[in-house]
């Protein structure tokens, strides 16, 4: 693999979430350009397991634990990685989930808990990292996830869209403030994606989490992380504050039947979140 059209090789990078998912896949695709990966997740297990793969390309990698739903631990731990990794480069946040209910259902916690776990932690981290950055007086890169439901409506799981909302608007808004800085800020939207909390299913789930995308499937976590690795990369240098859907089209097509799909899933006892 020809690295050199990255710009990555050497630098450090953040990835939260990175234990299993979409944030697993990112920090491969990261370590795989020549980034050196710390790798933040709740699960000491799924950390390490994954530190050790970026490790086994050749790369330096390190496991930090902590909630981000903690706000000291969440800063801790970004401090930490700065000073383990000698500075970070760039940031990818994979982490989200959704609480679901009608909205005349929904509490008060419930909102509360979607906007701690899809927008407040990345103001915070993204804010962290930044400060590091402007600190040393260095370029970089921070990259969010949003979702296709931050665009559109998000009917019996309100919270989670309002959020994912918030987050494109806040990824807009940084990246007017800091990249004249030098900091890129973007964001992915993805669809329908496989991923260990919503795996392949053989009990008709499947074709109906795929209904209504023109692709007719579901995506790969690794789909998602070539779109990070273009976003996080020299690749999109001159881009910024800007959202791409990784969708398979769906948003394009504006025919999926939504509350069919949340009722199917919900009695199949499905669960949807990055």
């Known amino acids: 693999m020809n690295t050199s059209v990255f710009g990555l090789e050497g630098k450090s990078a953040i990835v939260l979430g990175g234990g ?26 799924r950390a390490e397991a994954v530190a050790a793969r970026v490790k086994a390309e050749g790369r330096k990698s390190v496991a930090i634990v902590a909630d981000v739903l903690d706000d000291a631990r969440l800063k ?4 930490q990685a700065e000073q ?26 419930t909102w509360d808990l979607d906007h701690r776990r899809n ?4 103001f915070i981290a993204a804010k962290e990292v930044a400060a590091g950055m402007l600190k040393r007086k260095q370029p970089g890169a921070l990259l969010g996830i949003a979702s296709v439901d931050g665009v559109r409506s998000a009917p019996y799981h309100a919270s989670y869209g309002a959020a994912k909302a918030g987050l494109l608007n806040l990824v807009r808004t940084m990246a007017v403030e800091w990249s004249p800085r030098g900091i890129r ?15 392949v299913r053989q009990d008709g789930t499947e074709s109906v989490m795929s209904k ?19 976003f996080l990369s020299d690749m999109a240098s001159y881009v910024s504050g800007q959202w791409l859907a990784v969708d398979g089209g769906y948003l394009s097509a504006q025919v999926f039947e939504y509350e069919h799909v949340i009722r199917e899933v919900g009695d199949r006892g499905g669960t949807l979140g990055t």
């Open 212 to 230: 209504g995308v023109p692709m007719g499937r579901r995506g790969t976590t690794d789909e998602i992380a070539k779109a990070a690795l273009f």
């Open 185 to 199: 800020v973007n964001v992915i939207a993805p669809g329908a994606i496989v991923t260990p909390r919503i795996p």
């Open 20 to 45: 299993q998912g979409m944030g697993e896949a990112t920090a491969m695709q990261l370590a795989r350009a020549g980034c050196n990966v710390a790798i933040l997740d709740f699960d000491v297990g």
């Open 119 to 122: 927008l407040r932690y990345f």
């Open 84 to 109: 383990a990794m000698g500075g970070i480069d760039v940031m990818a946040s994979i982490i989200g989930m959704a609480g679901w209910s009608r909205l005349e259902d929904m509490t008060e916690a």
């Open 76 to 79: 801790a731990a970004i401090a």
